[in-house]
């Protein structure tokens, strides 16, 4: 069974300053798919940012970028130029290519990041 | 276009109480998922349909919990005999299709049982 690890429960963040969420992984399949999803008080899951382990580049979407290490099974979330609306909890999330999963996501346990003006 | 619906955002029942969940999602989306996401903590799967087919329901857990998706499209998430441990937030996704396809959730339900 997969499992994703955030081991940092809270982070906090000068406005236009950069931070960093880590996760790690476990799994044994060699193609699967890595996301960060926010979800701000308002419940709503949203997607940031999507890797595909095949591909060594990393993902890029504006301010939001991931250092992908596939050999070291981490996955990092780098936030550039915060703003307070990053203010969220912050999730990295797992699910591999194919087989049975369907693609059924399984999520750390979860960073709260709280950006301060 | 709309995102994906869930009602109603709120619930509180009394223990012993049958619920009924519903959710709809982004027109034509094929894959539908249940996630109960525990106070604090991370999502976790509960369910899966593709189109009226309900794949994988091994994240149910007990036979109190049932879900449907009769015509592919809105599904509802029903608890039977709610207990305390049934309170969470009950969040459905839905995607165009299976794998790394990225997954569209909704706002949740908010389930209390007194």
């Known amino acids: 069974a997969q499992t994703v690890t955030q081991s940092q429960p809270e982070m906090s963040v000068q406005e236009a300053e950069t931070v960093t969420l880590s996760c790690t992984y476990d799994t044994s399949e060699s193609n699967y798919y890595l996301f960060w999803y926010k979800q701000p008080p308002s419940r709503q899951m949203i997607l940031v940012i999507r890797q595909e382990a095949y591909k060594q580049q990393n993902a890029t979407e504006n301010r939001f970028s991931v250092n992908f290490q596939k050999a070291a099974k981490s996955f990092s979330l780098k936030i550039s130029d915060s703003q307070l609306g990053d203010t969220a909890m912050y999730f990295c999330a797992f699910t591999d290519a194919g087989g049975t999963s369907y693609g059924k996501l399984t999520f750390g346990q979860g960073t709260i990041l709280t950006v301060h003006p | 276009g709309a995102g994906v619906s869930q009602s109603p955002r709120y619930k509180v029942a009394k223990r012993g109480q049958d619920v009924a969940l519903r959710c709809d999602p982004i027109?034509?989306?094929?894959?539908l998922f249940w996630y109960q996401q525990a106070l604090g903590q991370g999502p976790e799967f509960l369910t899966y349909f593709q189109n009226e087919a309900q794949l994988d329901k091994s994240g149910l857990p007990s036979d109190r919990f049932f879900a449907e998706r009769p015509e592919g499209s809105v599904s509802t998430l029903k608890i039977q005999r709610t207990q305390q441990e049934d309170s969470a937030v009950y969040l459905c996704?839905?995607?165009?299709?299976?794998?790394?396809?990225?997954?569209?959730f909704g706002d949740g339900t908010r389930l209390s049982i007194l």
């Open positions: 996704a839905s995607s165009l299709g299976q794998g790394g396809q990225p997954q569209h």
């Open positions: 027109s034509g989306h094929v894959s």
